[in-house]
């Protein structure tokens, strides 16, 4: 199969002439069609056939590849683009083709991305705009600002039934697979006899209503029997995760009657998670030019903190690393010194220090690291108690019982327990920067950028935050598509052009 090559010489009906400077200057169609050619070349998807040596001839790479960025900048699907090219004088302009030029047929679209997908360079799309943004200067690598958005997965609306199983065998995957003892607990705890193992809805007559009201009612009993069973444990990251999807989706949906029976509610819940398969994508923008850095897709119940080694992998052990800015999900101690570790420096707003009871805070208490001390607000001083695996307690048991400050500290009876995370001194370090008037200048000044491209990059008509396909590298390879076309528009508002020295920002 021969390699499709582009027109370098157009008969009259070249619609870049017939639209001047309709073509809008700092447009990412007016950049595509002045300097396409020169940023997809002939073979620049060469290494895809490179086993097709005789067939017809492959589209040339310039035309495939504008079809691919504009249909993610416009949030297309695959027909609608093949027809834009068709007949949108600016798609054919961008692409290099005649005025009229004939589409391809839009099955050619999946193949092309599967073959990118399975290639040397999958993600080229993406990564080459950020070659570019480096080589004229407007990557400057000062700071990248993380987050991350939801997208939902391409498959209809979960209904309640299914949303509220899945989340009771995500929860019991998730323990099994970190070996706790609770897996049992929360088995035993359960009341409906299904053993939540194969996925689906569970057999019901779905003719006969209180058969589904019934099965609506034991369903959200089991999620709250399984949190009851988890109540006041200490779980892994992965498990708190699920147990947090248990808890979200058996509060979305359901309310509970007069008569104590839980039933699916009247309308949608605000801010509802559509489907327990999801996926999260999670960003890293450079706060100086606005182009995107790094693009990551993972499943939804991935907490940010995980990504963040992804997003920042890019980076060389040598070279001076940029200054992470995050907010609170990227805040805990085991990140902060992950990153720290790795030569970053983090800027991230800790969370505020809470008690769900509403007497006093930890942080009316002295923790002092050197002594190995905590002072209470009643001025005691107890020792810390080094635990395994690190960190500590504190405990004021002997104190409590005759203090004055009791009732406004405690309602245990055994007295307030103060523990210390094995983080405790870069919390501390934290909490102290944060509190730095410079610090909150900083932040303020960086942080919102990050708010404002994530706002721009789900933004319709790019698609929104609705997934085109399903399976998390399918995504994955969409996402990076739509971070291309962000950064190509984004350079050419820059004022991207083609100079003497090569690629430059007005």
């Not at 909490?431 to 950028?449: G, L, N, S, T």
């Amino acid at each position: 199969m021969a390699l499709g090559t582009s027109k370098t010489q157009q008969r009259f009906e070249n619609p870049r002439d017939l639209l001047g400077d309709r073509l809008k200057p700092g447009s990412i169609y007016r950049l595509l069609a002045d300097h396409g050619h020169e940023m997809f070349p002939d073979d620049y998807f060469s290494d895809l056939y490179s086993g097709s040596v005789r067939g017809r001839p492959t589209i040339p790479a310039r035309v495939m590849a504008t079809v691919m960025l504009l249909q993610a900048f416009e949030g297309l699907s695959d027909r609608e683009a093949c027809d834009r090219l068709g007949f949108d004088l600016r798609w054919q302009a961008a692409a290099g083709t005649d005025t009229g030029a004939e589409a391809f047929h839009p099955t050619v679209l999946p193949g092309q991305r599967n073959r990118l997908r399975a290639s040397v360079r999958p993600r080229r799309l993406f990564e080459d705009t950020k070659v570019v943004a480096k080589a004229t200067g407007a990557m400057k690598g000062r700071a990248r600002v993380l987050d991350s958005t939801p997208i939902y997965d391409a498959v209809a609306t979960e209904d309640t039934v299914t949303q509220l199983r899945a989340s009771i065998r995500k929860l019991l995957r998730s323990l099994d697979q970190a070996k706790s003892p609770l897996a049992g607990t929360v088995r035993a705890a359960l009341r409906r006899e299904d053993d939540y193992a194969t996925a689906g809805k569970p057999p019901c007559d779905w003719d006969d209503a209180d058969a589904r009201e019934a099965l609506v009612d034991d369903l959200v009993r089991d999620t709250l029997l399984a949190l009851a069973a988890l109540e006041g444990t200490e779980l892994t990251p992965n498990c708190a995760e699920a147990a947090e999807l248990v808890a979200l989706v058996s509060g979305q949906d359901v309310e509970e009657g007069d008569d104590g029976v839980f039933r699916i509610a009247k309308g949608v819940a605000r801010d509802r998670m559509i489907s327990t398969v999801d996926t999260e994508a999670h960003l890293s923008i450079d706060p100086d030019s606005e182009l995107i850095d790094e693009v990551v897709a993972t499943p939804a119940n991935t907490p940010d903190r995980e990504a963040a080694p992804l997003l920042l992998g890019g980076h060389d052990a040598e070279e001076d690393k940029p200054v992470v800015l995050g907010d609170s999900a990227y805040a805990d101690g085991a990140t902060r010194d992950g990153l720290e570790s790795a030569g970053f420096s983090l800027v991230a707003k800790c969370p505020p220090v809470r008690n769900s009871t509403g007497l006093f805070t930890k942080d009316r208490f002295v923790v002092d690291l050197g002594q190995m001390t905590v002072t209470c607000p009643a001025d005691k001083v107890v020792p810390i108690n080094v635990i395994p695996g690190g960190g500590g307690r504190a405990n004021f048991r002997a104190h409590c019982t005759n203090c004055p400050l009791r009732t406004s500290c405690t309602k245990s009876r055994t007295g307030r327990t103060i523990s210390i995370h094995r983080f405790e001194a870069i919390l501390q370090r934290a909490r102290e920067e944060q509190a730095d008037p410079a610090w909150k200048v900083a932040y303020r000044a960086d942080r919102p950028i990050v708010e404002r491209k994530i706002a721009h990059f789900t933004r319709r008509p790019w698609g929104g935050r609705k997934a085109r396909t399903r399976g998390l590298r399918r995504v994955g390879t969409d996402l990076d598509t739509r971070a291309g076309a962000v950064n190509w528009a984004r350079l050419a508002i820059l004022g991207l052009h083609l100079g003497d020295n090569g690629w430059a920002i007005a």
